[in-house]
């Protein structure tokens, strides 16, 4: 009974340990590529490609700390179905992206 | 192989020792599918949105000669309803460990801040929006414009639903009591809402942080 407990608390909630670090890693993430930003701190490329890293790391934070896919129980469907959606969504921007550089050229 | 020799007798015997805690078990795969099925509805939007998001960097050069975002958009409203908004996903998750602790107040009164949050955020939204129109950027002015919109127009509605929603849902809670129904409803708003906070930071990197550098 205890084990259950302790198992459908991991499954559920977190703590609020992990609450807390998950919205300060959150916070410092959205301020460095803002600090970056508003004191053009960086040339354009290096700037662009900070603020994917910081986008995509504030993602991360948010799935690990906030939606506990780590704490998903075997056959871990919740992470397959993000994961096919993520290819989906690869797939449609940087399709959209490649195909429609190639048009302004050819134009 | 036990279950397939048993008797039928014997299997009903032994299904009905464990009814009590047989019948939790099922209500509660019904709840953790129903939460699975949430969670396919998200991964739809999240392709939604990646559309939209697709459709956004094509066009963010397209300003047929009008305003372009670098000239309109005002970073310091953006940069408020951005904390605004990772403070209200920080407030939800609080809510669920109030309700896995089974305090009802606690967990009512942090989904409210967590609404109250929300509509901030809508209301300065808004505002963004009824600002650029005034100064000559609407949905039609150009297609930087429509993806503008669109894109972020659509994420202001799914926030605006969210609130719907959440505000039902504490009339809910209010009246019945954290039951294994609220509480599956509790823990798939505040993905909602993680989910919303994780798409906002995708619009405010690309359409506010890249569009007025």
Known sequence: ?107 | MAHAVSTPAGAHGGHGAGHGGGHHDDHHDQESLKTFGFWLFLITDVILFGTLFATYVVLRLNTDGGPTGAELLEMNGIIISTFILLTSSFTSGIAVLEMNKGNKRGLILWLAITAVLGASFVFLEVNEFMHLVHEGANIGTSAYWSAFFVLVGTHGLHVSVGLVWMVALILQLSRRGITPVTKRKVSIISLYWHFLDVVWIFVFSIVYLMGVM
């Open chain 1, 1 to 107: 009974m205890e084990n259950h407990n302790a198992n459908a608390h991991n499954a559920h909630g977190g703590s609020m340990k992990s609450y807390v670090i998950g919205f300060l890693f959150s916070i410092i993430l959205t301020i460095i590529p803002l600090v970056v930003v508003m004191n053009d701190m960086l040339s354009k490329t290096a700037t662009t490609v900070l603020i994917l890293i910081m986008a995509i790391l504030q993602f991360a934070v948010q799935l690990i700390f906030f939606m506990h896919i780590r704490d998903e129980e075997k056959p871990r469907f919740n992470l397959m179905a993000l994961i096919f959606g993520l290819v989906i969504l690869l797939t449609i921007v940087a399709g959209s992206i490649w195909i429609m550089t190639y048009n302004a050229v050819a134009s």
